[in-house]
């Protein structure tokens, strides 16, 4: 059973990661790496459970948070059953914390996993002593909401931890699982990035408006919205990184980041974190 969880990160991914946790109530503690970063994320996830209790989704949010500690020492790991890592997408600083988990965590059984969008699973998983124990768990944006989890085994990952895991995500979580190869991308990104590159390659060619591209999709294909109005909510500096990624592992022009997207990003247009991208908001 899995029921005392790390999470090292407390940013965008790993506030939620830990939320659905301490939702489905589990013992969470969460890392960061400064006193300042552990505030921030204190204020994320108080934040985002008051939403919930508005919305009537959980009952009371000190219940919640009750679970939930947030510290900004690794060595607070040690006890853990999973530990879910959801740090800056550097594959250095994921190998570090990697090798620095496999000596904290003292539980042989524990499973530590990586929320990595494009880092190998198989990179992460050979700097422990416990290969067999690592796998990638990607959770999706914004994690209380979406339902899905991509679970990503090395080549080197025993299926007993991808069963382990799925179990957790589904009977525990309440998520979906879907398995994927440890491939840049994973199942959706691989699909999800090329069509917004293409969207965006439309519009770059004169070929439609960025307003007739998105109603297309919108109307004429049932999308919830547009690629391009997508594009602007993911921020366009990670549509650009995750096409990079595809690109270096498979060298396929389809993942090329088009002319237009580079531009974008050097101007720091990045979307709605910017207030501009391809619209622009407020
Ligand atoms: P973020 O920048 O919001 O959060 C990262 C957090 O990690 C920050 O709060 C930072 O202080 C903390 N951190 C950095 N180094 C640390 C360390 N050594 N120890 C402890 N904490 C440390 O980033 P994010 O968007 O939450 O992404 C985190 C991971 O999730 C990345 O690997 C990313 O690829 C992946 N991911 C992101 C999304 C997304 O939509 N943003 C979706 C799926 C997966």
Redesign the pocket.
């Known amino acids: 059973m899995i029921e005392k969880v790390g999470v090292?990160?407390?940013?965008?991914?790993?506030?939620g990661i830990a939320e659905v946790n301490a939702r489905a109530g589990k013992d969470v503690i969460v890392?960061?790496?400064?006193t300042d970063?552990v505030e921030?994320?204190r204020q994320r996830l108080e934040g985002s459970l008051k939403r919930a209790e508005s919305r009537g989704k959980i009952k009371s949010v000190d219940a919640v948070l009750a679970r939930i500690r947030v510290v900004?020492d690794?060595t607070a790991l040690a006890d853990r059953d999973l530990v879910v890592?959801?740090?800056?997408?550097e594959e250095r600083?994921?190998t570090?914390?990697f090798r620095r988990l496999d000596e904290i965590v003292n539980s042989p059984d524990a499973i530590l996993a990586?929320?990595?969008?494009?880092?190998p699973i198989m990179k992460l998983a050979v700097v422990t002593q416990r290969p067999t124990h690592v796998l990638g768990v990607?959770?999706?944006?914004p994690v209380p909401v979406l339902k899905l989890v991509e679970l990503v085994p090395s080549l080197m990952t025993d299926p007993a931890t991808t069963e382990r895991a799925r179990a957790f995500v589904q009977d525990d979580l309440g998520k979906t699982a879907i398995d994927c190869q440890d491939r840049a991308g994973f199942v959706v990104n691989a699909l999800l990035i090329p069509f917004i590159l293409s969207a965006i390659r439309m519009l770059e060619s004169g070929f439609a408006t960025a307003e007739d591209i998105d109603h297309g999709l919108v109307l004429g294909a049932a999308h919830p919205q547009g690629p391009l109005a997508l594009a602007d909510l993911?921020?366009l500096d990670?549509v650009k990184a995750i096409a990079d990624s595809l690109y270096d592992e498979f060298k396929e022009p389809l993942y090329t980041a088009p002319p237009l997207l580079n531009r974008m990003v050097d101007a720091g247009l990045l979307g709605r974190k910017t207030g501009r991208g391809f619209y622009t908001s407020n």
Request: charged content about 15%.
């Open positions: 090292v990160g407390g940013g965008l991914m790993g506030s890392v960061e790496s400064s970063a921030a994320a900004n690794l890592e959801a740090i800056v997408e600083a994921k570090e914390l990586s929320n990595t969008s494009s880092i990607h959770f999706f944006n993911i921020g990670t």
